[in-house]
């Protein structure tokens, strides 16, 4: 069964500096979206990408966080200037359609230190 | 605001007792709501999406059952795999993207 697949599965990182999490979305899916999880919090969303743009972003999604989709299978987040409080699990997620279930990677677990 | 409210925040069953997961919500307009299981690492692994008020899916020892206020999840004769988080998770009408976790019920299963 395809799935979403991320790495890496774990990055540490000094506060400061920028860092890239890689994502491989399910090939035929159109949407995809980024989703945060601090330690025993709950999942919270980032930020969904369709058509090559942005489609909406949460309050989290400042100026210091970008996504991409550099070519035809990865989608990348992007945080340029790392801080403590974003520590957390990553997690990158895609759909067929904006109405049919996301599916989810295994994450990727960032400790900024 | 939307809002998403499980309980309990955790469960401890014997294999073999039945029981069930709450999930109250609360959006301007349901598009779906969606169960997910999540193991210790992992990301969330889809269950099932729910449309409307009265509709039911199944799978294996799991049911799912939506009214217009809250969603069951019923577990029926657990065994030790099935020990798990499980979430709940909405999307609005108004043609978000986005779906909105709960925090999760913390499920173990005791053989």
């Known amino acids: 069964e395809p799935e979403v697949t991320q790495t890496p599965s774990h990055q540490v990182t000094q506060m400061g500096q920028e860092v890239i999490l890689r994502c491989v979305p399910i090939s035929n899916h159109l949407y995809f979206y980024w989703y945060r999880q601090i330690l025993g919090q709950k999942v919270e969303f980032l930020v969904s990408f369709y058509n090559n743009e942005i489609s909406e972003k949460s309050e989290i999604f400042d100026d210091q966080f970008s996504v991409e989709r550099p070519d035809g299978s990865n989608f990348t987040l992007k945080i340029r200037s790392t801080k403590l409080e974003d520590s957390a699990m990553y997690f990158c997620a895609s759909n067929k359609g904006w109405n049919q279930p996301q599916h989810f990677g295994d994450g990727t677990r960032l400790s900024i230190l | 605001e939307d809002q998403v409210t499980q309980s309990p925040e955790a469960l401890r069953l014997q294999e073999g007792e039945s029981s069930s997961l709450n999930c109250s919500y609360t959006?301007?307009?349901?598009?779906?709501l969606f169960w997910y299981r999540q193991d210790p690492g992992k990301g969330p692994e889809f269950l099932f999406t729910?449309?409307?008020a009265g509709e039911e899916k199944e799978k294996e020892r799991l049911k799912a059952t939506l009214t217009k206020k809250e969603s069951f999840l019923h577990i029926t004769a657990p065994k030790p795999e099935d020990s798990a988080t499980y979430l709940c998770a909405v999307q609005d009408l108004n043609r978000d993207d986005k779906i909105i976790f709960g925090k999760g019920t913390r499920l173990h299963i005791l053989p």
């Open positions: 959006v301007s307009g349901l598009r779906g």
């Open positions: 729910l449309y409307s």
